[in-house]
């Protein structure tokens, strides 16, 4: 995934770039670069490494003041991060800039017959044919939009595209398949962005895009076409939050940020979810309550930490509605032949709604016949728009890239969704489910009473920056609350970190165990699954006796797991289905502090981006 922004207007286009790459630096920063069009020509600047480079090169060697122009963070694929294959790429007249997100999969026979005609590339990217195919066109057209329009035509794969031309100094063109991109619209100014955090500063109204639409910005208006060249409907929508939002406001980095509003966006993404007559609503269905009741199979399709959130409700889902519910890493999905129809429930979890292998994988289910729902935390992004159904998390934007705040109100909305469904099926009575909420409707006070105890926590996280290995043990919804504080460990601290399910302990994994070794244990409340606490309890003593060092993570009031843990962390009691909400936090504050203490970029963990918008 990479950062785009463009812009035409009556500001210094650099500046209103460069901010606008500062609030996407988390897509991509791997290189920067910028164009801009001023004195009726082109000056562009670019650097491998984070936009500070950038910033630097453009103190040495400024470009000039310009009304329009557009820049770019690049997260790479074709080509290694170096100032050569960083974007905006140039024709060999440099009147043509380009930016890119995605992956042009024809760009090597593409290049082949540029090159036969005489074209000069100079970088590794597939990106760069794009500026000199819009080259040609633009010859024969005079028209940036239409030359836009031809070469989409002519490319294969996933791909956002925005572009400049010398000869059309007030108009920036923008292109998409498969890949995010908005406009925003402000007094005398327009925007492209491939996230609003770009442009919240200066406009609060937003138009989203949809498939293979060519959009022309200029700053007296937006026309949008289809690759075809025919007038495309386009959806307006204002964005609910401000630019404060998006900045660290007094934290050392976003991630600790977005841990701390966590309790906040606990509480949003409940805020009403409950009509008038007492039922449960989500934000958009087109699905009727028949076909809901038709469902016979529910398949929970995510990438990484939205893959632990499905797997959390799994277990809502199969104990509130009793229909068979599977998890599938999205990723996977659709190269298995997996079995759908039109009584299977697909529900589609990303936070970005842009990631590319979930969107695979609901096209591909909704190809089957299978109606789509979506959980999501963009509003007007592409798996939202292409699903039948929808709930929005509330979670405000995530920075960070490695995920906090978005995985404990994905938790929220998979909750939702299988009270919905065991609303219209009736298997749940509406006191039942109003019990449930209720409880919800706690957890943000308690996420905020976790969150106020973790200063033990952090001063055990950086007595173990030394260490090369942490395991993770979980028994029933334990379990996936374990992979995520493993993978929490590996996006950041860089370390060896696996979760497993505890029961699994003796078939293998407790050959691991040595000397010190530390292994954090999430244990679940002796109410109510007492079986379940008894059987971890004993996990715990078999590890602790061939020397591990237990981290205990257990509820307030049990005191069976004392004498068998090391290091012992408390979280408020709750109901068991509903135990990650709290339990995951120490984890998240845990792999922060540690990455912290280890000298590590907690915001910007090497080789990763916030979303993946290619397969």
Known sequence: MCGIVGYVGSQSALDVVMAGLKRLEYRGYDSAGVAVLADGGLAAAKKAGKLVNLEKELVDRPLPTGLTGIGHTRWATHGGPTDANAHP??????????????????????????????????????????????????????????????????????????????????????????SPLVVGVGEGEAFLASDVAAFIAHTRSAIELGQDQVVEVRRDGVTVTGFDGRPADVRSFRIDWDAS??????????????????????????LGRIDAAGSLTLDEVRISDAELR??????IVACGTAFHAGMIAKYAIEHWTRIPC?????????????????????????????????????????????????ICNTNGSTIPRESDAVLYTHAGPEVAVASTKA?????????????????????????????????????SGEVERVLETMEPVRALARSLAGKDTVLFLGRHVGYPVALEGALKLKELAYMHAEGFAAGELKHGPIALIEED????????????????HDKIVSNIQEIRARGARTIVIAEEGDETVVP????????????????????????????????????????????????????
Request: hydrophobic residues 45%.
């Open 89 to 178: 790429h140039l024709d060999n007249a440099g009147r043509v800039a380009v930016v890119h997100n995605g992956i042009i999969e024809n760009f090597a026979a593409l290049r082949s017959e540029l090159e036969e005609r005489g074209h000069e590339l100079a970088s590794e990217t597939d990106t760069e044919v794009v500026a000199h195919l819009l080259t040609e066109e633009f010859s024969a057209t005079a028209d940036l939009a239409e030359a836009m329009r031809l070469v989409c035509r002519r490319l294969e794969g996933a791909f956002t595209l925005v572009a400049v031309h010398a000869d059309e100094p007030d108009v920036v063109v923008g292109a998409r398949r498969n």
């Open 326 to 374: 599977e998890v599938e890493l999205a990723s996977e999905f659709r190269y298995r032949d997996p079995i759908l129809g039109p009584r299977s429930l697909v529900i589609a979890i990303s936070q970005s709604g842009e990631t590319m292998d979930t969107l695979m994988a609901l096209r591909h289910a909704r190809e089957q016949g299978s109606k789509v729902l979506a």
């Open 517 to 532: 070794l530390p292994v954090v244990v999430v244990v679940p409340s002796p109410r109510g699954r007492s079986v379940i």
């Open 245 to 270: 939002a998006a900045e660290k406001g007094g934290y050392d980095y976003f991630m600790l940020k977005e841990i701390a509003e966590q309790p906040k966006a606990v509480a949003d993404t409940l």
């Open 294 to 299: 038709e469902v016979d199979k529910v398949v």
């Open 407 to 443: 995985f404990l109100t994905q938790l929220v909305a998979c909750y939702l969704v299988a009270l919905y469904l065991g609303q219209v099926r009736g298997t749940k009575w509406g006191d039942e489910i109003t019990a449930v909420i209720r409880d919800l409707s706690h957890i």
């Open 564 to 615: 068998y843990a090391d290091h012992l962390i408390r979280i408020p009691a709750t109901p068991t289905l509903l135990q990650p909400l709290v339990a995951t936090v120490p984890l998240q504050v845990f792999a922060c502090e540690l990455a912290t203490a280890r000298g590590n970029e907690v915001d910007q963990p090497r080789n990763l981006a916030k979303s993946v918008t290619v397969e």
